[in-house]
Nanobody, 129 residues
Framework: QVQLVESGGGLAQPGGSLRLSCAAS????????MSWARQAPGKGLEWVSG????????YYADSVKGRFTISRDDAKNTLYLQMNSLKPEDTAVYYC??????????????????????WGQGTQVTVSS
């Protein structure tokens, strides 16, 4: 069965860095767009970043562009999110997600949640001094 397991969350100071990982199993990882999303306390789920199946194209929300970098290692079936210059408003539970269809491009649009069929359990990121 499909499993997505996030790790790497924790407490960071403003301006600091964290690297999240998402270990995937149970499907052909290299065939699917993968993405990161987050949910801050009291707020809805927010799309953060997506990466095409071969890693050639990446997309970012404006709120993280220039600070976060998404990447993947298909040999290790692992998705990453390098987060630099962290801000308190980055505090959230971060989830990785697998696209439902191999044809999906990974580009954000208003119906983005419908494009994903499996989600990890999430990892908490707290940015505070």
């Amino acid at each position: 069965q499909v499993q997505l397991v996030e790790s790497g969350g924790g407490l960071a100071q403003p301006g600091g860095s964290l690297r999240l990982s998402c270990a995937a199993s149970g499907f052909t990882f290299s065939s699917y767009v993968m993405s990161w999303a987050r949910q801050a306390p009291g707020k809805g789920l927010e799309w953060v970043s997506g990466i095409y199946s071969d890693g050639s194209v990446t997309y970012y929300a404006d709120s993280v562009k220039g600070r976060f970098t998404i990447s993947r290692d298909d040999a290790k079936n692992t998705l990453y999110l390098q987060m630099n210059s962290l801000k308190p408003e980055d505090t959230a539970v971060y989830y990785c997600a697998k696209a439902r269809d191999t044809l999906y491009s990974g580009r954000y649009y208003s119906g983005w949640r419908n494009e994903y069929d499996y989600w990890g359990q999430g990892t908490q990121v707290t940015v505070s001094s």
